[in-house]
């Protein structure tokens, strides 16, 4: 491809806090705007820019990446990478003036659901498995064409390690691949229910899976959290409203968003009611990987007592949010219906990266990024509750998780409901993108999700400081 002029490039200093990775994003997103970079045009190729920047190649194969999951670029086999022609909507960047002095405070800290830190990410080890894969397809001449369930080979090893550390007894047959924990709530919901069934969800809780269920024509219900997990008397009030309840959706280790673990107790009276009133319990055990202490948590669903249970698992925390593998383990009958769904909608997955993790877990490799993973997280998390204690000690509540990639805090004085959009609005100004309470409750509620997965040492205690001053 000709590429007739060099591309200016420079870091602007305010992007200097920023992992690497994310100054180059935020540069190039910000050329985009500024009209430096149009539709279509071309960018340096990797080592180029590297070497333009003065940064590893790796460096900058993640940006390139994460640009590309955004939307702002294309990548072409043998052609390089353009700007995209359907660019995102542009973001406004907040301007705060300071004595005189104005700077740039959109994303300077980000807040996000639990997401893992992308330079911990084993994006070398992927893309060379990919790139092996890929080549291996291409020099015997392979079909991609796979089982619409995914890579039967990836789907065994997943019911190995459901059967010998999750005790999820099943086969390859149990299990069925989707592109992330969304995807495979989504399939679920259209598979599972249909107008006029209800389905109880946690509150606060996990909104997305919220519209997935009302899009399928279910009803949406909502059972209370506490510090033991979802109110299991709240689930029985529905079902003596005689309620047609056709599942209960729970993320019994690590609620999302408080971190509650479920009881034993309740675990047992949910399994109990499911069984009595033929209704699914739903599972989501999006970050049980990722466990700091010395306890052994087990699924819900491990349980030998329940008879119809959903559990969807995914890679996203536990490796790379840019890796967008998850999977379901239900039913055979079920799995079938899930199976002819996906046949549909997205006939072979991602048959290329499925092989390519597969080969991760062969290896050895995803295995030894989890265990330094968790030595990593732990760390941090130590850290930010060590922040909380000492700039937020009397003003907030909150449990130190067991898993997980954030904290749920509460201020201990109830806050006015106009008061949470003023904190979001307020931090946002200074920099810092967070979840407020209202996204987890159907309508208000107090809490703040504060995550420390992608967020460095410096950024933690400066957000923390700056939260100090709101409660």
Known sequence: MLRPWNLDLKIDEKYFQLPVYQQIVETLIDAVHSGKLKRGNV????RKLADMLQVNRNTVIEAYNQLEYQGWVTS???????????LPQLEVKEIVTDHAKSISAINKIVFDQG???????????IIREYKLVLKKIQ????????????????RLVLSQMLNHQRRIAGDENNICITRGSQMALFMISQCLLKSGDCVIVEHPG??????????AGAKVLFAEVDADGILVSDIKKYIEMGMNIKAVYVSPNSQFPTTAILSESRRKNLIELSNAHDFYIIEDDYCIDLNYSQNRLLPLCSDG????????GTFSRSVSPFLKIGYVASSHALIKKLVALRRIIDINGDSIMERAFFNLIRDGIYTKHLKKSVRH?????????????????????????ELGLGYWITPVKPMREEFNRFLKDE?????????????????????????????????????????????
Do not use: C
Not at 206 to 211: H, I, M, V
Not at 305 to 312: A, E, F, L, S
Not at 377 to 401: A, M, Q, S, V, W
């Open 43 to 46: 960018l340096p190729g990797t």
């Open 76 to 86: 072409k086999q043998r052609s390089g990478t353009f700007v995209s022609f359907n």
């Open 115 to 125: 997401l893992p830190d992308t330079n911990l990410s084993p994006m070398e080890d």
């Open 139 to 154: 020099k015997q001449k392979l079909h991609t064409f796979s089982d619409p369930a995914g890579y039967r080979k990836l």
């Open 206 to 215: 996990y909104r997305l899976a919220w519209d997935a269920f009302e899009y």
């Open 305 to 312: 007592n329940v008879r119809n249970y959903i559990y969807v």
């Open 377 to 401: 997280y732990k760390n941090k998390r130590d850290f930010l509750d060590e922040l909380l204690n000492k700039y937020l000690n009397g003003k907030i509540k909150y449990t130190k998780p």
């Open 427 to 471: 931090l946002a100004a200074r920099g810092i993108r967070s979840i407020i309470s209202h996204d987890y409750y159907k309508n208000e509620g107090e809490g703040v999700l504060v995550s420390f997965g992608s967020v460095s040492e410096k950024n933690l205690e400066e957000a923390v400081k700056m939260m100090a001053e709101y409660f």
